[in-house]
């Protein structure tokens, strides 16, 4: 699986970007996945991020609503509206992206010496 997640909409945008203009991946091969909190709107939260992603919601997964309150978490000016997960499992598309930060981080560490 390959993923990442966030609160704030432009680093899954850029996430996003990367992975199918980069690596041409299917913008359709994406699955969202909700982390939200039971205080929520969350039919108004999926909206949010469908639109801000441009993601239709046929490729959300059900929300998972924490059982606390959203009010409990002190957010120190994080986006309020959950935490959103994009991704794909493709196992020979992670292992390549693996692969190449590691060469990555092997000459950068070899630069540093």
């Known amino acids: ?4 997640s966030n609160t704030d ?3 899954i945008k850029f996430f996003i970007t990367w992975l ?3 690596l041409k991946v299917p ?3 994406l699955k969202v996945h909700l982390h939200l909190y039971k205080d929520m709107n969350i039919q108004k939260e999926i909206q949010f991020w469908s639109k801000n992603l441009k993601t239709p919601q046929n490729q959300f997964n059900k ?3 924490k059982k606390s309150s959203s009010e409990t978490i002190n ?4 986006f309020g509206h959950g935490t959103c997960n ?3 499992g493709d196992a020979r598309l992670s ?3 693996l692969m190449a930060i590691k060469a990555i981080t092997d000459k950068y560490n070899k630069m540093r010496t």
Do not use: C, D, N
């Not at 699986?1 to 990442?4: F, P």
């Not at 957010?75 to 994080?78: D, I, T």
């Open 75 to 78: 957010h120190k000016g994080a």
């Open 95 to 97: 292992e390549k992206v």
């Open 1 to 4: 699986m390959l993923s990442i």
């Open 27 to 29: 913008r359709e091969k």
């Open 20 to 22: 199918t203009k980069s």
């Open 63 to 65: 929300p998972y609503i």
């Open 9 to 11: 909409p432009s680093i």
């Open 86 to 88: 994009v991704g794909l």
